[in-house]
């Protein structure tokens, strides 16, 4: 998967396909879900809710942590705001971009650290139920491995959940061709997927995977194509309507090209 330093452009992909659902109505996404119901504990819109955050959780902690935290205090800070974001409290009086679930996580985050948590009892590291099934070390060893940079904590937070989705992106892809029985396919070719980045030529990928050359563009087309899907439909379950998708796509894909 690229870095934040690979020079990656929206145009470096496939055009994005654009499926049209029955009724010609954006299908219920896990955001959409989200807004649309009240979230109690147990729902289908909390387990939804719950999953965005458990996705997304490392850029909440690297934002937390650019704000000259300690690692003690950026881990019980971001524990404590899930806790109390999947609760539902203390975000009545947050500014809901509801359009992005990016941008309310980033609101809100920003709203606990300035406002709320000047209020709240602090809850100490080992009290208490985790919520996010992350480690102390996983963060901090993540954290630590960080480029020393100059990028605003919001920059940060965007890099990093440009990155989180694109793992999500990969993982879905890499299991789609597993399951398939093209494993061998995809390990070879994905490297493919960013355009023009690979040591060989595609008659030398094509003598490894024992196919000929236009039998390795027609697999390139399609993989590529595979992940734009994917991308697309990723996107899609943390953004509200439909026309949102794209400029999410191109804004997230920019982080590369910085």
């Not at 959409?32 to 729902?43: E, F, H, I, R, Y």
């Not at 093209?182 to 060989?200: D, H, K």
């Not at 697999?219 to 999410?248: C, G, M, N, P, Y």
């Amino acid at each position: 998967m690229p870095n934040a330093h690979d020079p990656i452009t929206p145009d470096s992909l496939p055009p994005t396909p654009t499926p049209t659902p029955a009724g010609g109505s954006f299908k219920t996404t896990q955001w959409s879900l989200v807004l649309s119901a009240d979230g109690s504990p147990g729902s289908a819109s909390f387990r939804a809710l719950e999953k965005l955050c458990q996705t997304y959780w490392f850029p909440v902690y690297t934002f937390i942590r650019r704000q000259a935290k300690s690692p003690e205090d950026a881990q019980d800070l971001t524990q404590e705001f899930f806790s109390r974001f999947l609760a539902r409290g203390g975000f009545a009086k947050a500014d809901r971009e509801r359009g992005r679930f990016r941008s309310f996580l980033l609101t809100s985050v920003k709203h606990f650290l300035t406002e709320d948590w000047r209020k709240a009892n602090r809850q100490k590291r080992g009290g208490g139920q985790l919520v996010l099934s992350y480690t102390a070390d996983e963060a901090e060893s993540r954290y630590t491995a960080e480029p020393m940079d100059e990028l605003t904590p919001d920059r940060v937070f965007d890099q990093r959940w440009a990155e989180a989705l694109l793992e999500r992106v990969m993982a879905r892809l890499r299991l789609d061709y597993e399951v398939t029985g093209r494993a061998a396919i995809y390990q070879q070719l994905q490297q493919f997927i960013w355009g023009g980045n690979s040591e060989l030529s595609y008659e030398e990928m094509g003598a490894k995977l024992g196919i000929n050359e236009g039998a390795v563009k027609v697999a390139v087309h399609r993989l590529r194509q595979r992940f734009r899907e994917q991308l697309h439909a990723e996107v899609a379950e943390t953004v509200d309507k439909e026309s949102d998708v794209d400029s999410e796509i191109r804004h997230l894909l920019g982080m590369f090209g910085s």
